[in-house]
């Protein structure tokens, strides 16, 4: 999946994703990677960069989950007290945003989306191939049996 954390389309997908990974566990590989709609979603690159600032402490998913969870609270100030409700060190996580540090990540992401044929988001591949059905759970889940 491509993602933006800022995006209404991804926060409504996110629930819905979360239930077929859990059905589908040891069946599915899933990857997340970011495609924040810069100019649309003024939070979604800091958020992206939080996410891989999580990631460098160990807890992608967990700030990945939180964050879609935050009704859409992105700002710096909330990405580094999730940090700490996470039990990361948010100090680290604070100057990492600051400086920066993970935006190359994040751009790698992007860059590669729009080298796949991204457009918008969320956008799943399935078996290799952008999809270009519906998301919603037994559109998605059929896809990807129909792919295995």
């Not at 040891?26 to 495609?35: D, M, P, Q, T, V």
């Not at 958020?47 to 999580?54: G, K, N, Q, S, T």
């Not at 460098?56 to 007290?81: I, K, P, T």
């Not at 998301?135 to 295995?148: C, K, R, V, W």
């Given at each position: 999946?491509?993602?933006?954390?800022?995006?209404?389309?991804?926060?409504?997908?996110?629930?819905?994703?979360?239930?077929?990974?859990?059905?589908?566990a040891g069946r599915l590989l899933f990857a997340f990677r970011h495609f924040?709609?810069?100019?649309?979603?003024?939070?979604?690159?800091?958020?992206?960069?939080?996410?891989?600032?999580?990631?460098?402490?160990?807890?992608?998913?967990?700030?990945?989950?939180?964050?879609?969870?935050s009704n859409g609270a992105l700002s710096r100030e909330d990405l580094v007290?999730?940090?700490?409700?996470?039990?990361?060190?948010?100090?680290?996580?604070a100057e990492e945003l600051d400086s920066e540090a993970h935006r190359p990540?994040?751009?790698?992401?992007?860059?590669?989306?729009?080298?796949?044929?991204?457009?918008?988001?969320?956008?799943?591949?399935?078996?290799?191939?952008?999809?270009?059905?519906?998301?919603?759970?037994?559109?998605?889940?059929?896809?990807?049996?129909?792919?295995?």
């Amino acid at each position: 999946m491509f993602g933006d954390f800022q995006c209404p389309y991804c926060t409504a997908a996110y629930p819905i994703v979360r239930r077929i990974r859990d059905r589908m566990a040891g069946r599915l590989l899933f990857a997340f990677r970011h495609f924040p709609l810069r100019d649309v979603h003024p939070d979604a690159e800091r958020a992206a960069e939080a996410a891989e600032a999580a990631a460098a402490q160990g807890a992608f998913w967990q700030m990945h989950d939180r964050m879609y969870e935050s009704n859409g609270a992105l700002s710096r100030e909330d990405l580094v007290s999730y940090a700490g409700e996470l039990g990361l060190d948010s100090r680290r996580l604070a100057e990492e945003l600051d400086s920066e540090a993970h935006r190359p990540r994040v751009q790698r992401d992007l860059d590669s989306g729009l080298a796949s044929g991204v457009t918008g988001t969320p956008a799943f591949f399935v078996g290799g191939r952008l999809y270009g059905g519906s998301f919603d759970a037994q559109s998605l889940t059929a896809a990807l049996e129909t792919s295995a």
